[in-house]
Antibody, heavy 124, light 107 residues
Framework: QVQLVESGGGVVQPGGSLRLSCAASDFTFSNYGLHWVRQAPGKGLEWVAF????????YYADSVKGRFTISRDNSKNTLHLQMDSLRAEDTAVYFC?????????????????WGQGTLVTVSS | DIRVTQSPSSLSASVGDRVTITCRASQGISNYLNWYQQKPGKAPKLLMYGASTLQSGVPSRFSGSGSGTDFTLTISSLQPDDFATYYCQQSHSLPLTFGGGTKVEIK
């Protein structure tokens, strides 16, 4: 049973930074691409970023490009999202998700297994 | 970006009803369409990928169809556990985009 546990959420002022982490277990972490997907309170789902299984390919939504950085540490089975220049509209629950397919060369399009999420609130 | 439009945004149904949710993409996406179920306070759960392939462990009362721009999720006989919000998502190209969701409520 795939396990993904997010941490690092909290309250931050506009313009501030936060680093989210996602600890993974019970699957071969280094074989799978990973996503961050967020959900503003009472709203729908918004894809944020994807990183390939080996960390070389990284893709971002336009809304976060240049402000957020996705990274992974395959030696520690951990995914990260560094969030800088935060805005009120970044307030959301952030989910990490494992892609369905392993060792995909381009990008993964199928977030299959999801963590429980961590809440980020950007407010003064 | 590919826009994904779901309808209806909400519906009321009774246990045992047949329920259909539709999803339309702004351009052809072949069968690169996923369906998720989300309950309040929980993470989304992948129900279907490739428009019509049931994810492991998902009950067979769920089915999906469609190709190109128009897709359908059908629940053949609604069960108490199925009251939730459903999202479609296109996996054809980046950025991945989701429909706005369909909330299925108890009549």
């Amino acid at each position: 049973q795939v396990q993904l546990v997010e941490s690092g959420g909290g309250v931050v002022q506009p313009g501030g930074s936060l680093r989210l982490s996602c600890a993974a277990s019970d699957f071969t972490f280094s074989n799978y691409g990973l996503h961050w997907v967020r959900q503003a309170p009472g709203k729908g789902l918004e894809w944020v970023a994807f990183i390939g299984y080996d960390g070389r390919n990284k893709y971002y939504a336009d809304s976060v490009k240049g402000r957020f950085t996705i990274s992974r540490d395959n030696s520690k089975n951990t995914l990260h999202l560094q969030m800088d220049s935060l805005r009120a509209e970044d307030t959301a629950v952030y989910f990490c998700a494992k892609d369905r397919l392993d060792r995909v060369i381009t990008f993964g399009g199928d977030p299959e297994s999801w963590g429980q999420g961590t809440l980020v609130t950007v407010s003064s | 970006d590919i826009r994904v439009t779901q309808s209806p945004s909400s519906l009321s149904a009774s246990v045992g009803d047949r329920v259909t949710i539709t999803c339309r993409a702004s351009q052809g996406i072949s069968n690169y369409l996923n369906w998720y179920q989300q309950k309040p306070g929980k993470a989304p759960k992948l129900l279907m990928y490739g428009a019509s392939t049931l994810q492991s462990g998902v009950p067979s009362r769920f089915s999906g169809s469609g190709s190109g721009t128009d897709f359908t999720l059908t629940i053949s006989s609604l069960q108490p556990d199925d009251f939730a919000t459903y999202y479609c998502q296109q996996s054809h190209s980046l950025p991945l985009t989701f429909g706005g969701g369909t909330k299925v409520e108890i009549k």
